[in-house]
């Protein structure tokens, strides 16, 4: 099976959900039902084998929780196709988070 490598980032204090996270993920170029890798799959993914704790503060069943932009190659997923963007190699996908505690 061949794999897909992305550029994951974080931001406005996601980064300290996913320490140690590289920059890069390796996924498979297809999911299980053998259709393209998604991103719902990078999404689900990092829940599974990145995040340590407080899956809450990223998750929300299979998306991000409100208040978490996405972008793809610097592009509003809202406009790329959100959980249905089919993952390329070399996209850049960022998770900011727009909720802050003050």
Not at 56 to 77: A, H, K, M, Q
Request: charged residues 20%.
């Amino acid at each position: 099976m061949a794999n897909l490598t992305v550029t994951v980032e974080f931001s406005g204090g996601l980064e300290s959900l996913f320490p140690g996270v590289e920059q890069t993920v390796t996924l498979p170029t297809t999911n299980a039902a053998g259709a393209p890798s998604t991103v719902k799959d990078l999404i689900q993914w990092l829940r599974d084998n990145a995040l340590k704790e407080k899956p809450e503060l990223f998750v929300s069943g299979d998306t991000v929780r409100p208040g978490i932009l996405v972008l793809i190659n610097d592009v509003d997923w809202e406009l790329e196709g959100e959980l249905e963007y089919q993952l390329q190699a070399k996209d850049n996908v960022v998770f900011i988070s727009t909720l802050h505690g003050g």
